[in-house]
């Protein structure tokens, strides 16, 4: 498999108990059909000795989620009667602050759910590679113009499970989000949020209109093709995955029935 312009990558993989089932196949799927040079496997959670022993079995490093921000998720306030959002908020920014942890310049993160099943390249031709989806929660972009005092792009929607971060990117973005708002940047995202929405921010639109507003000339945008299945990755047959991958690039087995959209069930080429 080609390697991607030959940029290594760390890969981080927030993770709780309930991930425990797709757990080991993100991992494998990740080592299968990323086509760049993997350093090391980071999956960041809270205490728990099952989700300890999938990494140990698959050979990746553990990451207690306290030591990533000095934030924690109970500190977060999201939620009403009939929703709560405070961990998957908690996750987000966990997925951001992990930049202060990998070793590489260039990082994946992969939401614990989801298993690719094709071939994937995060840069090709010096450009970088983002995979999208045709649609997206509106409250992300007003949070983004909150943030940033600027409408997002939105040539597409960058909320597809998955993405790469440049630790130098991100690093632009959380500087001109603390200088905006004159405190730490997780901080003022919280405060940016409409908590009466309960999908008030999105990590991956937030960084994905943030990466094309610096230079679209050097983003390539793909259909993300992901189809999501409410069965276990263990239920499928190599024979039925082999099928599926001539229609999408990757599944997600979601436990929360507000993402059972899926992508356009045309094969991509590229």
Known sequence: MPSGDGIKIDVVIPAIAKDLGTLPHVIEGVRKHVAHPIGQIFVVAPENKKIKAVCKRKGCTFVHEDTVLPLRKKHIVYHSKKWERSGWLY?????????????????LVMDADTVLIRPHRFYVDSKQVFYCRGWSQPEYFVTYRKLLGKKAPRPRSFVTHYMMFDKEKLESLKNRIEERHGKKWYKAIIASINRKKQFGFSEFETYGNYVYSLNPGKVRLKS?????????????SQSKISKLAGSYRSLSFHKRKDYIRTESKQPAKN
């Open 91 to 107: 996750q987000q920014l966990l997925k951001l602050g992990s930049s202060s942890f990998v070793g590489q310049q260039h990082y």
């Open 224 to 236: 993300a093709l992901n189809r999501s299945l409410f069965s276990s990755p263990s239920d499928l």
